[in-house]
C-alpha cells in the first residue's frame, strides 16, 4: 500500500511560541505532506469482520507559515523521516460492499526551521486521525 498524503491546519486562535525563552504570539498554518510505503496485515477471525494493522514508513515535509506582530514571523519546511500506525476493523456488508473504521498516529521526524531573522526554531509534526471507509466491488 502507497500513500501520499496531505495535512493542513490552520492556528484559528493566537498561540504562544517559546523562542530561545521569549514568549512570541502567533497565527497562521501548519503543514504537512506525506508519502509513505504501508504494511497492513488483516486478521481473519470472523466471517464479516476483519480487524487490522499497519506501520508505514516514508518521508514528510512539514512547516509553518505564522505571522506575528502584524508580519511574517516564520515561513519555513523541512523534509525528513516519517511513520505511522494504522488500527481499524472492516466490516462486510454485502457481497459487493465493506465498510471500514480506521485511527492513524503518524510522527514526522522533528522538523528544523528558520524564522525571518535566521533564528533556528525546534518543532513537532505529529498526526492523528479518525477514518471512515466505503468500498464497492464491481
Not at 496485515?41 to 469482520?49: K, S
Request: glycine content about 16%; charged content about 25%.
Amino acid at each position: 500500500d502507497v500513500e501520499r498524503s496531505r495535512g493542513l491546519g490552520d492556528v484559528y486562535k493566537r498561540q504562544d511560541f517559546d523562542i530561545m525563552g521569549t514568549q512570541v504570539g502567533g497565527s497562521g498554518e501548519v503543514y504537512g505532506y506525506g508519502l509513505l510505503v504501508n504494511g497492513i496485515y488483516e486478521f481473519d477471525i470472523a466471517r464479516r469482520w476483519r480487524p487490522y494493522v499497519g506501520l508505514g514508513v516514508g518521508m514528510m515535509r512539514s512547516g509553518y507559515d505564522v505571522d506575528s506582530f502584524g508580519g511574517s514571523f516564520l515561513d519555513d519546511d523541512d523534509c525528513g523521516f516519517a511513520g505511522q500506525l494504522l488500527l481499524g476493523v472492516a466490516a462486510q456488508v454485502s457481497d459487493r460492499l465493506e465498510l471500514s473504521l480506521g485511527y492513524r498516529l503518524m510522527h514526522a521526524e522533528d522538523p528544523v526551521l528558520t524564522d525571518t531573522l535566521g533564528r533556528r526554531f525546534d518543532s513537532e509534526y505529529t498526526s492523528q486521525s479518525i477514518e471512515l471507509g466505503v468500498s464497492y466491488s464491481f
